[in-house]
């Protein structure tokens, strides 16, 4: 069975600083893999997906993760972070069952604080 | 707005009862998931759905059942309600845009 571990549950940095979060899976074949982020009290925004191709990927908000293979990671990282990126952030596999339908399973979350 | 509607945002009910929430996915889209995110497990998978017929299946306790229509709204339905079913409920849909989630049905038991 698939399954993800983000092995920091909180991390605090300052803002202007440069930020990692760590991810890593289990997973039979090749993976899809996500990163979502949730402000309190709401619901889960996409950052950034792999399916395949460049290993290095680009989202919203500044974020790009890499996913290699050979270490079953795919971190999250952004060169300078803000106050506004303070939320959890959350790792996923998806589980392809045809086409466009695959279900996910998510690691237990990061939460990031932004110093000022 | 994501396109993917849940309804209602809050419900608070009491021990012992039954509640139903509502997704209606993005439009175009044949599959609904649905999650339960709680304190004690986190972001959970629970049911899929494709073009009304049950595709694959997770954590989701016997107390618990859904369907999705003919015009592809589901419904999640959580019956003989514990305290420990207090959670956040999202509803995904996907299909040839990708996966969006909706804002969340936060059930509250007391």
């Known amino acids: 069975a698939q399954s993800v571990t983000q092995p920091d549950i909180h991390i605090t940095v300052s803002e202007g600083a440069s930020l990692e979060l760590r991810c890593n899976y289990s997973?039979?074949?090749?993976?899809?893999l996500f990163w979502y982020v949730q402000s309190p009290g709401q619901g889960l925004q996409l950052l950034l997906k792999?399916?395949?191709?460049?290993?290095l990927v680009q989202g919203i908000k500044g974020f790009e993760a890499e996913f290699k293979r050979s270490q079953s990671s795919f971190n999250l990282r952004k060169p300078s972070v803000h106050w506004s990126d303070a939320a959890e952030y959350f790792c996923?596999?998806?589980?392809?069952?045809?086409?466009?339908?695959?279900?996910?399973?998510f690691g237990k979350g990061t939460l990031l604080t932004v110093n000022p | 707005d994501s396109g993917v509607t849940q309804t209602p945002k809050h419900l608070i009910t009491a021990t012992g009862q039954r509640v139903t929430l509502r997704c209606s996915p993005r439009?175009?889209?044949?599959?609904v998931y649905w999650y339960q995110q709680s304190l004690d497990q986190g972001l959970q998978f629970l049911i899929q759905?494709?073009?009304?017929?049950?595709?694959a299946k997770g954590n989701i306790l016997e107390r618990f059942s859904a369907q999705q229509f003919p015009d592809l709204h589901s419904e999640l339905n959580l019956s003989s309600l514990e305290l420990g079913d207090s959670a956040l409920y999202f509803c995904?849909?996907?299909?040839?845009?990708?996966?969006?989630f909706g804002s969340g049905t936060r059930l509250t038991v007391v």
């Open positions: 995904a849909s996907s299909g040839y845009i990708g996966y969006t």
């Open positions: 997973y039979g074949a090749t993976p899809y």
């Open positions: 792999y399916f395949s191709g460049d290993t």
């Open positions: 996923a596999v998806g589980e392809n069952s045809g086409g466009s339908n695959y279900k996910l399973t």
């Open positions: 439009s175009g889209d044949l599959s």
């Open positions: 759905y494709y073009n009304g017929e049950e595709r």
